[in-house]
């Protein structure tokens, strides 16, 4: 067989170098892999001993014994790691692939990624192993299968791989179909052939629903068929909406993707106003303010108008800036880069500096690419110039990107402060630097007419430094500036040529020399004089310096060929025999051109011309400039040449692609929705996936915003919290029918809602089908009804029972619960203090001392809140007390019931709503004898009246009932016999939300701290939109009064005084669960928050809902 | 993506290697020592090197280098973010990533890597997961190795958090203590100059978190003062919205120690709110003709809002000139490497008591120049380096820590810390050059 004579070929070549590795391998587990870099010259002495240590390892992976197989393995990965040829173990290995301990399977796995591809043949061998592999149950085992088949890169299996691949695309498993989409890519790359196919596969994972897929799918997008940007279109809206929730590396791939999308699709967000904002962004401030922008924005909109999908995406990327990934920050920087408006580019400002905290590498490439966008867009960086400034223990790279970013954004208004910390820098110990630093403050000069005087100085100042690095940069930098503007500086051209003793680095020399040449008729006395100077050192000067000698011999000669006749002679003469071949060509040269006019007459008839030609000065620009040629940091950029695989960003299209190419259709049947095994448990979720696609083109963003960030929460929930929320769920389900018209105004009104049992409401398809309608009657009805409440309740007080209220509820006050709270709150429950370590000191240290302080003005604010209580009385007792019909007089044959809240509790059992209910004999003569309570069975719990024996004609009985709701709003109902008789009907009594509440009593700081013990997931929060006139009328007497009417609780007295906050405190009857209430007015926006705080999140959302009706009754 | 991993130890011997994909040869390591040979320090060689076929993307940290092989367009940054990844699963995984270390894990290592990177792309780099996978070596693993022969580094369940969007938290975590401690670390950045003036101060805080809780617990953790926090980064783990809208960070944590946010506050935000270093150093170094100079240092505390400097450390990199330095300090201990030029002052504690100020520790003494060498043009940077215990500089402070989903009570612990960063903090000594007019 053909293999087995490779392997063995292998064995006894490989035996030649791979040595050493077992004389440390077989020491045990601990073995150093890389102790000997020993190379093969060494180990040809032990030969021998080492094939017989290649024949140990094969012993050992022959045994039956998994301690030496897994022995064996180690040594054998010990040997790839350090990068020595284990190429002749391969059948011995690969026998071990069905091995049943996962660790030597593993590290097969490992074995047969390194080598298959050179082994092709005996890789097969392994196949079927993987082929059975895939088929099993465990989809840890079904993922590495497909990972490592797809990895071994043998092209005689691609047609297995395709198979694979298209059967864990329907995986039920979205581990295994991520794995499936990673494979994508491996598999194109083995044989691109298969593109059409895998493309198929690749819209099929974009558009699969679960997010862990999306990411990946998104990666063998790009790396297969990055140009079929069709694929996206459909999945466009949802990957911008989950895009959080993506992992970091594939945040990244979808970022780049997404902004090459928006590039193809969308229209240059720029370009339409460009005649507007040049006047606009003329006298723009650095500093840019938001109502500014927003001003900015209302004006652009008359031109352009930006497309929604196009808003989407920035807007859902926006808080990616904050990821902890710096790749991701950058992609993001990238993306608005490229794609935003140029207004708003600077929300990435703050985020990319904050990475020049990150490593060095992460700094260095930072910085480049900052550079890049502050030469295009000085503004963005403005603000943050101190975060350019240099410190010694920069890299070299960073320090150079530095400077180059404080150059670029320097300008006139900040310049002095450029200036001075640039000058700090020259100084510094690392000559390349303060060298860079000089050329920096050249580049400074030539761009801000300004300082370009001072800067001159102050560099020529430079020049009688000690440092030779610093004198011959500054005098190479003063040559550049003064070839830009001569004419201005003559005297600063007297004073370098002064200098020319003094100098000796030759570059300097040089370029003073040129100088002189250059401008010699400006300083016509000085210049023979300097070149009479050079003459004499002329043999001891460096080949530069002795090229500008003759440069500027041969000007003067043209100049004023009268008196330097004979030293221009004697210095070319002097040239002529010197052993550089360079200057003695350049010699030669020149006299022919200015001696030899008869040799060639063409040329030194325009001498003179050639010679003193006006040369065009120089440009001192950055070091960045020409890289933004590619796409800002990708590995071309920050290289500067065209790596492979590296595409150019598109041009935005002049038309933009019609949007409607993004919606989803309504359902589109899914197989692998269908298949998944998440799915069908959690109905829910099922829900609002489906639901997504009912939006009109209005409200989906907000709704996804929504869903962007509690899909994850949701889908713990259903999860991991199963037990405790069952029940909530459960309630919620049965209250979804009835409330339906109540829960329907969410999604408009609270988009920024983060709770996610809200979100489940809001996203059931049901409600969202009917809003549109629904949404408006709700809410005329419910004005109505309050209208009438008002009127009903205002004139009614139960003096009596409020006073007994409040009397129980000051007795509770200090058994509020006690919770921990971190500082600041509640010190005095923390008793752990010995458990704390001595780092924590800082915390219990706080602890110890202000408990007293503490402890007094706890009392005072008892007292305080006492003495608020009277005050507050009045508007309490404002107690709601509408009377309800439960029975009719036509059906109870002449007797008619009504029920109202007296809102008192109720005596026999305290976890009972007190109900009051008056019957009323209608007929005129009849008495109606021994009306009895039945018990019903639907099992709610309620104590019955006492038996009314008899009730003449036109009177009336009040006797009282109470119906422990359990913290439901269904109804309870019950039976009544007359005479012995039951009645036909039951009676039912409808419970109000507000009515399951009973009033407690906390002080601010108690609502405070049960306050955070209810965030999260227990807090819901609307807003509502109220005119100026309304926001007017609101107090604390008329919130009250609508607070109260509208559920049984009770103020928190306001400590602070603050009068845009109005708390209210309650807990449910049955369970007394805290509710709490947090009302705050936002005057300067008319805008009012409620915020609910309670463990009955079901009961917190309606009541949210009652409270908000009732006050934007208020007028 | 990454085609190959290269660890190159500080002496230049490439100790291992790993490959995704088609293995490329250790020869394309002499780019990187050619590129590493033109620099003269070890940080100066460019993250990036072409080379004619492929990409080198490097790192350099611990004195290893990690060199990453790209033959095609991928974001440095990507790269370079994974590499430190790599290292922070490593440190994590070992104590320490050295060259021993990673040398004694090597199967270990190798695992990881399979792990974490499928043919190039990330997989799995979350800690969590990746402890479910694959065991951390340690004592106990050890000794159950031993006494029950069962020999392996691997979990044999997929780790559930892998499938869910809490990729970050492994299940069924069960404590008997359950306690979660907050360390809210805030780094001082400043540069001072001669006059005192502070020319740059910038805030890096950070909060480390080490939670033990049992189960699936909400966090929700609330600031007194959040208005602070303009510029921050979270762990995935923190909801962005929630953040966004009303300034809580609110989370499910990952099992153990993680950084759960990081945040700066610049240096507009410092000045305007008046932050104030909590130290002074007076100085006067003078160079004198003749090989001789005067030094003299008086380090005081300045507004530390009664907290004690502690382990306060000032170090001074002399000119070249300086031969020797004979100094007495008043307190503490001072030494000067003549070799490196490296002047260390060890002060150790400043008590914060007014009635200390009359002997605020100093050092003076006189500075050996060596002869006949000009005087040094710049005078010395002050590195100054000290912490300060129980309180944030910023003023940032935790206000509570709030827990949902779970039922027991928590112990919960918040501390500060106020330090420096290693060559953060410096004072200029030097003359500013001024423009001759």
């Known amino acids: 067989m053909s293999s087995a004579e490779r392997s063995l070929s292998m064995s006894s070549s490989m035996s030649m170098q791979g040595a050493s590795g077992f004389s440390s391998g077989a020491s045990g587990g601990g073995a150093n892999p890389a102790d000997e870099n020993a190379e093969p010259a060494s180990t040809l002495s032990i030969f021998a001993l080492d094939y017989k240590k290649h024949e140990d390892i094969k012993h050992m992976l022959d045994s039956n014994k998994d301690n030496l197989k897994l022995e064996a393995m180690r040594r054998v990965i010990g040997m790839i790691a350090k990068g020595k040829d284990a190429a002749d173990l391969f059948p011995a290995v690969v026998k071990n692939v069905v091995s049943k301990n996962m660790e030597i399977k593993k590290l097969v796995y490992v074995y047969l990624m390194r080598y298959a591809e050179e082994q092709q043949d005996l890789a097969l061998l392994s196949i079927a192993t993987f082929q059975r592999a895939l088929k099993d149950p465990n989809q840890l085992i079904r993922a590495s299968a497909l990972r490592v088949l797809s990895s071994i890169r043998v092209p005689s299996i691609v047609t297995i791989m395709m198979l694979a691949i298209r059967e864990a695309v329907h995986d039920m498993s979205p581990y295994v179909r991520k794995t499936a989409a990673n494979a994508i890519a491996k598999l194109y790359a083995l044989d691109p052939e298969l593109k059409e196919e895998l493309i198929a596969v690749i819209a099929k994972l974009l558009a699969d629903k679960t997010i862990l897929v999306n990411g990946s799918a998104v990666q063998a997008f790009e790396q297969v068929c990055p140009e079929r940007i069709d694929l996206i279109h459909k999945n466009y809206r949802r990957l911008c909406n989950l895009l959080v929730d993506i992992d970091e590396w594939s945040q990244v791939t979808v970022l780049n993707m997404l902004t090459r999308y928006a590039r193809t699709q969308f229209v240059d967000p720029n370009k339409t106003v460009e005649g507007d904002k040049n006047n606009f962004y003329g006298d723009e401030n650095n500093s840019k303010e938001k109502s500014e922008n927003d001003g900015e924005d209302s004006l652009e909109k008359r031109t352009y108008v930006m497309d929604s999908d196009h808003r989407l995406l920035l807007r859902c990327t926006k808080p990616l800036l904050q990821s902890r990934n710096s790749a991701v920050v950058m992609a993001v920087a990238q993306l608005y880069h490229y794609v935003a408006p140029r207004s708003e580019i600077h929300v990435i400002a703050n985020a990319l500096i904050r990475l020049l905290r990150h490593h060095r590498e992460i700094q260095t490439i930072v910085l480049k690419c900052i550079a890049s966008m502050a030469e295009k867009n000085k503004d963005i960086f403005g603000p943050f110039l101190k975060a350019f400034y240099v410190r010694s223990s920069d890299s070299s790279h960073v320090k150079r990107y530095k400077l180059e970013i404080l150059t670029t954004l320097a300008c006139a208004t900040n310049i002095s402060t450029v200036l001075r910390e640039l000058q700090t820098y020259v100084l510094s110990p690392d000559k390349e630097f303060a060298a860079q630093t000089i050329h920096a403050i050249g580049r400074c000069a030539s761009t801000i007419p300004e300082v370009t005087e001072a800067c001159l100085n102050g560099l020529v100042g430079y020049m009688s430094k000690k440092d030779e690095t610093i004198v011959a940069e500054s005098v190479v930098v003063v040559k550049k500036l003064l070839q830009i503007n001569p004419v201005q500086y003559g005297d600063i051209i007297k004073h370098i040529v002064r200098k020319v003793d003094k100098i000796t680095v030759p570059a300097a020399r040089a370029s003073i020399l040129w100088l002189i040449g250059e401008y010699s008729e400006r300083i016509s006395k000085l210049a023979p004089d300097v070149l009479r100077k050079m003459a004499k050192t002329f043999p001891d000067e460096e080949a530069i310096v002795k090229h500008q000698i003759l440069n500027l011999a041969a000007k003067l000669y043209v100049m004023n060929a009268k008196q330097t006749h004979l030293l221009v002679q004697y210095v070319f003469n002097l040239a002529k025999y010197d052993t550089n071949y360079d200057t003695r060509d350049k010699a030669r040269l020149l006299r022919a051109l200015l001696f030899q006019a008869d040799k060639c007459p063409a040329l030194s008839k325009h001498a003179k011309k050639i010679l003193l030609a006006s040369k065009p000065a120089p440009l001192l620009e950055s070091i960045v400039r020409n890289h933004d040629q590619y796409t800002l940091g990708t590995l071309s950029y920050v290289i500067g040449q065209a790596v492979p695989g590296y595409t150019d960003l598109p041009d935005y299209p002049l038309e933009p692609s019609d949007s409607s190419i993004r919606n989803v259709e309504v359902i589109r049947p899914s197989l692998s929705q269908d298949e998944s095994p998440r799915k069908p448990s959690s109905g829910g979720k099922k829900k609002s996936t489906t639901s997504e696609k009912f939006y009109s083109d209005e409200e989906e963003n907000d709704e996804n915003e929504g869903t962007s960030t509690e899909g994850p929460d949701d889908e713990e929930e259903e999860d991991e919290d199963g037990d405790e929320d069952e029940d909530d769920e459960n309630e919620e389900e049965e209250e979804n029918e009835d409330d339906e018209d109540e829960d329907d105004e969410k999604p408009t009104k609270n988009i920024h809602q983060t709770n996610e049992y809200e979100q489940l409401d809001a996203r059931s398809p049901t409600i969202i089908e009917n809003q549109p309608e629904s949404h408006e009657s709700t809410e005329g009805e419910d004005t109505e009804s309050d209208d009438e409440v008002t009127s009903a309740s205002e004139d009614t007080t139960d003096d009596d029972a409020d006073e007994k209220t409040i009397e129980k509820h000051t007795l509770s006050f200090n058994k509020s619960p006690s919770n921990i709270a971190i500082s600041g709150f509640s010190m005095a429950t923390i008793t752990e203090k010995s458990i704390a370590e001595d780092d924590l000191e800082a915390f219990l240290g706080i602890t110890t001392t202000s408990t007293g302080a503490q402890q007094s003005t706890t009392k005072a604010s008892v007292r305080d809140d006492l003495q608020n209580l009277e005050s507050l009385s009045t508007p309490s007792t404002l107690t709601y007390i509408r009377q309800y019909e439960c029975l009719n007089r036509m059906t109870g044959q002449g007797l008619q019931i009504q029920y109202r809240f007296p809102r008192t509790p109720f005596q026999r059992a305290t976890n009972m709503v007190h109900i009051e209910l008056t019957f009323t004999n209608t007929t005129p003569n009849n008495d109606i004898r021994s009306i009895k309570f039945i018990k019903s069975k639907s099992g709610v719990n309620i104590q019955g009246f006492n038996d009314i024996d008899q009730l003449p004609g036109g009177a009336s009985i009040i006797t009282s009932i109470g119906i422990d709701f359990n913290d439901t709003t269904q109804s309870a109902s019950f039976d009544i016999s007359i005479d012995g008789r039951q009645l036909a009907t039951s009676v039912s009594i409808p419970c109000h939300v507000g009515e399951l509440f009973q009033p407690k009593f906390l002080n601010e700081k108690d609502f405070n701290q049960n306050l955070g013990s209810l965030r999260g997931m227990h807090e819901i929060t609307g807003t509502l939109n109220v005119n100026e006139t309304q926001i007017s009328k609101f107090n604390f007497t008329t919130i009250q009064t609508k607070v109260v009417q509208c559920a049984n609780v009770s103020s928190v007295p306001s400590s602070s005084g603050d009068s845009t906050i109005y708390r209210f405190s309650g807990q449910t009857v049955s369970s007394k669960a805290l509710v709490l209430i947090a009302i705050q007015l936002n005057i300067s926006q008319s805008t009012i928050n409620l915020t609910l705080n309670s463990d009955r999140i079901i009961l917190a959302t309606m009541l949210l809902k009652e409270i908000q009706q009732a006050i934007s009754t208020i007028s | ?437």
Not at chain 2, 105 to 118: F, Q
Not at chain 2, 214 to 219: A, E, K, R, T
Not at chain 2, 357 to 373: E, F, H, K, W, Y
Request: charged residues 20%; neutral net charge; contains cysteine.
């Open chain 2, 1 to 437: 993506m990454i085609h190959s991993l290269f660890i190159i130890n500080g002496a230049g011997d490439v100790f291992m290697e790993k490959h995704w994909k088609t293995v490329v040869g250790k020869s394309i390591c002499d780019y990187f020592f050619e590129a590493q040979s033109k620099c003269a320090n070890s940080e100066d060689v460019p993250p990036v090197i072409a080379t004619p076929h492929h990409y080198l993307v490097n790192i350099f940290r611990n004195n290893l280098y990690f060199v990453a092989v790209l033959t095609n367009e991928v974001a440095p940054l990507f790269v370079i973010e994974f590499l430190h990844r790599i290292m922070d699963v490593f440190e994590y995984y070992f104590g320490e990533c050295t060259e021993t270390s990673l040398k004694d894990n090597y199967v270990v290592v190798y695992e990881l890597l399979d792990e974490m990177l499928d043919s190039g792309l990330p997989l799995a780099t979350e800690t969590n997961i990746l402890e479910e996978l694959i065991k951390r070596p340690n004592i106990i693993l050890k000794m159950t190795k031993l006494i029950t022969g069962d020999d392996t580094n691997f979990g044999n369940t997929l780790p559930s958090s892998q499938l869910s969007n809490i990729p970050w938290r492994r299940m069924g975590i069960r404590y008997t203590n359950n306690e979660a401690y907050f360390d809210l670390i805030e780094e001082i950045d400043a540069i001072i100059d001669r006059n005192g003036v502070t020319v740059m101060c910038e805030i890096q805080g950070y909060i480390d978190c080490c939670i033990k809780l049992s189960g699936n617990p909400d966090l929700t953790l609330s600031f007194v003062n959040p208005r602070l926090l303009d510029d921050v980064s979270f762990h995935p783990c923190v909801r962005l919205k929630k953040w966004e809208s009303e300034r809580v960070l609110s989370f499910i944590p990952p099992d153990g120690n993680f950084r759960l946010i990081s945040y700066h506050i610049g240096s507009q935000k410092c000045q305007s709110d008046a932050i104030s270093i909590p130290i002074y150093v007076k100085h006067n170094i003078q160079f004198r003709e003749g090989s001789s100079g005067r030094f003299e240092l008086t380090v005081g505390p300045k507004q530390t809002m009664g907290k004690t400097l502690e382990a306060v450390v000032i170090e001074c990199s002399m000119p070249k000139s300086v031969l020797n330095c004979t100094l007495t300090p008043t307190q503490g201990k001072c030494t000067f490497d003549p070799v490196k030029k490296i002047l260390v002052w060890d002060i150790g504690k400043i008590e914060s008591k007014t009635q200390a100020a009359a002997r605020l520790p100093s050092l003076r003494g006189n500075i050996v120049l060596s002869t006949g060498q000009p005087l040094p043009e710049s005078n010395p940077v002050l590195n100054v380096r000290f912490t300060l215990n129980q309180i944030a500089i910023s003023g940032i402070r935790v206000q509570r820590v709030d827990m949902h989903g779970e039922k027991y009570k928590p112990f919960k612990g918040v501390k500060y810390i106020t330090t420096v960063k290693n060559g953060r903090f410096q004072i200029q000594t030097k003359q500013n050059f001024s423009i001759p007019d």
